[in-house]
């Protein structure tokens, strides 16, 4: 039986040292459960893990139900250990050089279950180095070290901070048949930069995004499993972006002009002023945010930038070199520019697949009726890949959930590699892993090069890392 | 008024341009909207047509303007609102028309003649006049000046679809036309090639005809399977359905609905594959009633296309303009005064399987409609494209605006010319179909044939599936629709 365990953290903001906070953290580790904390790298992973071992100070919000005994495998928990051992040096006032504690006293300071830690000594293979020094072993050893130690110490909550890092094989394998036997009893908390390595006791992912839990997910929940993946899969894929199309790229622009240059713009109509007297310069690289309420003229103001506005044709709008107006084609505006928002989604009910959905970004169009050439399959072929989608390219686009729609929707923006992206709204609708998913995407495109993104959204506050620009509306 | 421009050929000229129709090709447009590059295009109207086709046009890089008659300018209507929030230059025929090289007549047929005849002298020499509906010429022999080319660019769809598809990066398929007696340049086909590119209609498929088969064409279908059958459908069976004792919502939402649904099908596999929605036993079904109707309409789809010929149906329609539209008005009153009209659609859910298995009287008559047309329109001399765009192509289209607002949208959608003719098709076909629909019952539209056992007869399903597959519209439909898929027109 596993310890009948219940944590219960309620809204809980904890710093550290003032280096690092994690806020407004609502979590609940119930009996039975054993989860794996993942997240980004700098999300807050250990620290999450350190909490439950009493480290941080509480600023906000409370914890409650964490036992007593508590043993925490960690770089930063072995770090401590090793730095106390250095300090006993520096205080030492004889002259005598300390040789330090030896491992066996180490291991020996926690130990519950003698039998247990000699037989986990000679299954780490420590027994030659049980009268070393402690701090002179190496990493990998004193990880070895301290995970006996937490072990034998028989805890009532274990937690795991990438426990098999820097682990051989055989280690490895050797330390998850034990933890099999160890979560019979005590429940587990492992925390792994990769989720596919998770052992299979693993009941709860808990999502560790900027400081705080973003998502709990249940193991056996296979749909909320497959969104979980996906999100990993474009936080921490390794795929690099798709080059656009080498042979038929879009035509060169000149580098000082702006990309959008829109002076004193007026919408109206015969009854009602949309706005009036509206300036916008968007250079090449700068990505803006652009807010305001609902009705404000967002939308409108970007349609006049894409030309799906009429009276684009009586403003004073620059766009990509063209002044508007003078005899160009929408479809030669259109090709310098991304376009994603739920209108867009909404139109786009068409039954095709979802490589011919991206591969209509070519085209700026909705379906495809144009006979894609293979670099342009090749190249949706790959965009597939980082979405994670590249098994489903030949399913249908209709079928898609809302969530899948909107990345690939961004996918088709992005196939041509176009100097504007524009996301309007792209979260609306979406729910909250959804919404990490598209927002991890957007992270990996405007860190990625040559387009400049607008992104428009009503909350002021909703940011995304590296937009730094806003333009507020109504 | 002139004297009909059809009946003033021989009939060997006749039967020539009857039969003037060729599939373009897509390499026959590299040249895009070159030839109206630079030129100044006026649309005079802007209501369905006008504002969507004018919208395309200056998308694609075309100079467009509006010229509006001046009430319409100084009442600040619609047509007014639309140019203007759209924003377009708005001005008056004296304003504009002097400065154009090309006019693009988009008001009512009904106005044409008027219109006509009023810009006609200010326009200037050597420019070129546009109609998306050759009914003025054919119908009416409008003189145009010798010096004046005149064309036809004749979209076959609603104003809205030819804005939404081009939206899309798409078109809609577009008849083309050149007036043969008005072409002094001979640069009617290059112009017209480039306003269809200009509208997004080369990209959907072009067929290249003659005024008077596009007319002769449009006339027919419109007036029976498209608009006629379709109204009269919808009151027949929902009168049915009522005598029947099904649940008015439930019998209106059946019949709004319902024609989108099972004509959807038409769009992406023809009749077959809508007669393949069905069960096989409900398909017997279907083909039996169809063929019954068949038989008791074909003498009315045979008049209405005659009388089109002759120039009857024309006549009787001008004289009911010189009334005041005195059978139009009453007629469309008279509509909306139909128990189907009136009657809310109810709050029920209808799958869309379900449509096709309750509805299999209207899955008969669309077949029906859309196959007597298209023989009759055959055996009249219109070549078979344009036969099969004026029929089944276009009756989903149609449907869709009977999904929208009924029998209203249906009619204030589709022309004056299309609306009139609709009703003179239903008041001669609800009762030729009176004692066809008597012993009907609930079990071929309301309730489905509601059967354990859907067994058929091998023999007789496969006489009846070769019957729907090797009609001639089949051939034709898949070919042209085959031109569509290469162009991955994906629906
Ligand atoms: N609707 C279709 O599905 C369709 C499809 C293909 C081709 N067509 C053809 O396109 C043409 C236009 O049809 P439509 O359906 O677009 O017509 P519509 O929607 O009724 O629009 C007609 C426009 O003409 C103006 N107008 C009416 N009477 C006028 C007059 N006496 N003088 C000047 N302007 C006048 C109207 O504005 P004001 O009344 O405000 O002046 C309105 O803007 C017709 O030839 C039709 O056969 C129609």
């Given at each position: 039986m596993v310890a009948p365990v219940k944590i219960e953290v309620d809204q809980l903001s904890v710093d550290f040292d003032g280096r690092f906070q994690l806020h407004n953290i609502s979590w609940r580790l119930g009996p039975d459960e054993h989860w794996l904390v993942a997240g980004p790298n700098g999300a807050g992973k250990s620290a999450l893990a350190a909490v439950l071992s009493g480290v941080g100070e509480i600023t906000r919000g409370s914890i409650t139900g964490v036992p007593a005994r508590v043993a925490l495998v960690s770089y930063e928990a072995q770090a401590l250990l090793i730095d106390a051992e250095l300090k006993k040096d520096d205080a030492d006032i004889l002259d005598v050089i300390s040789e330090g504690t030896p491992v066996a006293e180490i291991i020996d300071q926690g130990t519950v279950d003698k039998a247990l830690a000699a037989e986990l000594i000679e299954q780490f293979g420590l027994t030659p180095l049980l009268t070393r020094a402690f701090r002179k072993l190496s990493t990998g050893e004193t990880r070895k070290v301290m995970l006996v130690r937490a072990l034998a110490s028989k805890p009532d909550l274990l937690l795991l901070d990438e426990p098999f890092d820097g682990l051989d094989t055989h280690t490895h394998a050797m330390l998850l048949q034990h933890l099999h036997e160890v979560v019979r009893t005590t429940p587990t908390v492992i925390v792994l930069n990769r989720i596919d390595e998770r052992p299979d006791f693993v009941t709860h992912i808990a999502w560790v995004e900027a400081g705080t839990v973003a998502q709990c997910v249940a193991c056996h929940d296979t749909s909320a499993m497959a969104l979980l993946d996906q999100l990993l899969h474009l936080k921490l894929g390794k795929i690099a972006l798709p080059d656009p199309d080498p042979i038929d790229r879009l035509p060169a622009l000149h580098a000082t002009e702006p990309l959008v240059q829109i002076t004193n713009a007026s919408v109206k109509y015969a009854d009602n002023v949309v706005f009036d007297g509206l300036s916008w310069t968007i250079n090449a690289g700068e990505h803006w945010q652009l807010t305001g309420p609902n009705g404000s003229g967002k939308t409108c103001l970007l349609s006049l930038i894409t030309g799906d506005h009429p009276q684009c044709y009586v403003n004073d709008i620059q766009v990509f070199g063209f002044q508007r107006g003078n005899g160009e084609s929408i479809w030669e505006i259109k090709q310098f520019i991304g376009y994603v928002s739920t209108q867009l989604q909404w139109e786009y009910r068409v039954g095709t697949s979802l490589r011919n959905v991206i591969v209509s970004g070519f085209y700026d169009s909705i379906g495809l009726y144009t006979k894609p050439n293979d670099t342009q399959l090749a190249i949706a072929n790959e965009w597939l890949a980082v979405l994670g989608m590249q098994h489903r390219a030949d399913e249908s686009f209709t079928q898609l959930s809302h969530g899948d729609k909107r990345l690939l929707l961004i996918a088709r923006a992005m196939v041509k590699h176009p100097p504007l992206l524009i996301l309007d709204e792209p979260c609306l609708g979406l729910d909250d892993m959804n919404r990490r998913l598209v927002l991890a995407l957007i992270e990996r495109i405007s860190a990625s090069g040559n387009t400049t993104v607008l992104y428009v959204n009503h909350h002021t506050e909703d940011k995304v890392i590296g937009i730094e620009r806003q333009l507020a509306l109504g | 008024?002139?004297?009909?421009?059809?009946?003033?050929?021989?009939?060997?000229?006749?039967?020539?341009?009857?039969?003037?129709?060729?599939?373009?090709?897509?390499?026959?447009?590299?040249?895009?909207?070159?030839?109206?590059?630079?030129?100044?295009?006026?649309?005079?109207?802007?209501?369905?047509?006008?504002?969507?086709?004018?919208?395309?046009?200056?998308?694609?890089?075309?100079?467009?303007?509006?010229?509006?008659?001046?009430?319409?300018?100084?009442?600040?209507?619609?047509?007014?609102?639309?140019?203007?929030?759209?924003?377009?230059?708005?001005?008056?025929?004296?304003?504009?028309?002097?400065?154009?090289?090309?006019?693009?007549?988009?008001?009512?047929?009904?106005?044409?003649?008027?219109?006509?005849?009023?810009?006609?002298?200010?326009?200037?020499?050597?420019?070129?006049?546009?109609?998306?509906?050759?009914?003025?010429?054919?119908?009416?022999?409008?003189?145009?000046?010798?010096?004046?080319?005149?064309?036809?660019?004749?979209?076959?769809?609603?104003?809205?679809?030819?804005?939404?598809?081009?939206?899309?990066?798409?078109?809609?398929?577009?008849?083309?036309?050149?007036?043969?007696?008005?072409?002094?340049?001979?640069?009617?086909?290059?112009?017209?090639?480039?306003?269809?590119?200009?509208?997004?209609?080369?990209?959907?498929?072009v067929l290249m005809s003659s005024f008077v088969a596009e007319v002769k064409s449009d006339l027919m279908g419109e007036q029976t399977i498209l608009c006629g059958m379709l109204q009269t459908g919808s009151l027949l069976c929902f009168d049915k359905m009522i005598e029947e004792g099904i649940d008015a919502g439930y019998a209106a939402k059946l019949i709004q609905y319902g024609w989108e649904t099972v004509t959807e099908a038409l769009k992406y596999g023809g009749v077959t594959n809508m007669m393949d929605r069905l069960s096989n036993p409900a398909k017997i079904r279907a083909f039996e009633l169809a063929e019954s109707m068949k038989d008791i309409l074909r003498p009315l789809y045979h008049k209405h296309q005659d009388d089109i010929m002759t120039g009857h149906f024309s006549a009787t329609m001008m004289a009911d303009w010189a009334n005041d539209d005195k059978e139009l008005l009453g007629w469309r009153a008279e509509t909306a005064e139909t128990a189907f009209e009136k009657t809310a659609p109810g709050d029920v859910e209808i799958s869309e399987q379900e449509y096709f298995d309750h509805g299999i009287l209207m899955v008969a008559m669309v077949k029906a409609g859309v196959e007597l047309a298209f023989e009759t329109m055959t055996d009249a001399g219109i070549i078979a494209d344009s036969a099969y765009y004026e029929s089944l192509h276009e009756t989903p289209l149609i449907a869709n605006t009977i999904a929208r607002k009924k029998l209203h949208e249906m009619n204030a959608t589709i022309s004056d010319t299309a609306e009139y003719g609709c009703y003179l098709y239903n008041h001669a076909c609800v009762p030729l179909l009176a004692d066809f629909m008597k012993p009907l019952k609930s079990d071929v539209i309301g309730k489905g044939l509601q059967l354990d056992d859907l067994g058929v007869d091998n023999a007789r399903l496969i006489e009846v599936n070769a019957a729907i597959r090797y009609h001639p519209v089949e051939a034709i439909g898949s070919e042209l629709r085959g031109y569509m898929a290469d162009m991955k027109r994906i629906v």
């Open positions: - | 008024m002139g004297t009909n421009y059809f009946n003033s050929l021989s009939l060997r000229e006749q039967l020539e341009q009857l039969g003037e129709c060729r599939f373009m090709h897509l390499d026959e447009f590299t040249d895009g909207v070159d030839a109206l590059k630079g030129k100044k295009m006026v649309v005079i109207g802007c209501g369905a047509q006008g504002l969507n086709q004018g919208l395309n046009l200056r998308d694609s890089g075309l100079d467009v303007s509006y010229a509006l008659r001046e009430a319409a300018i100084l009442e600040k209507r619609q047509s007014w609102k639309n140019a203007t929030d759209n924003g377009f230059t708005v001005g008056t025929y004296e304003e504009l028309i002097p400065t154009a090289d090309i006019v693009l007549n988009l008001t009512p047929d009904k106005q044409h003649t008027a219109v006509v005849t009023a810009v006609m002298p200010m326009m200037k020499k050597g420019s070129c006049l546009s109609y998306s509906h050759g009914f003025n010429i054919v119908e009416e022999g409008m003189q145009v000046r010798d010096d004046i080319t005149v064309i036809m660019v004749a979209p076959k769809c609603p104003g809205s679809e030819v804005r939404a598809e081009y939206v899309r990066g798409f078109g809609v398929p577009t008849l083309i036309a050149v007036h043969e007696s008005n072409d002094p340049n001979g640069i009617g086909l290059t112009l017209a090639k480039a306003y269809a590119v200009g509208t997004g209609g080369h990209k959907a498929g």
